[in-house]
């Protein structure tokens, strides 16, 4: 006849697996928003120590 799941242990495991998903998706989606970041701050970086260099600031 087969094996068969009970309501519980189908819902026990979509739980599991999704909580597995979920726990995977947010951790690449914490690194790659760390390198967007790290990417924006060390463009930012650069623009500013051009802008700096290459005009004194105006102090009015």
């Known amino acids: 006849m087969g094996k068969t799941f009970t309501l519980i242990q189908t819902v026990a495991t979509a739980a599991a697996f999704s909580a597995v998903s979920y726990w995977y998706g947010f951790m690449f ?13 060390e463009s930012l970086r650069r623009d500013d120590s051009n802008s700096s260099s290459s005009s004194p600031p105006s102090h009015s």
């Open 29 to 41: 989606g914490r690194e790659s928003a760390r390198k967007e970041l790290g990417d924006l701050i």
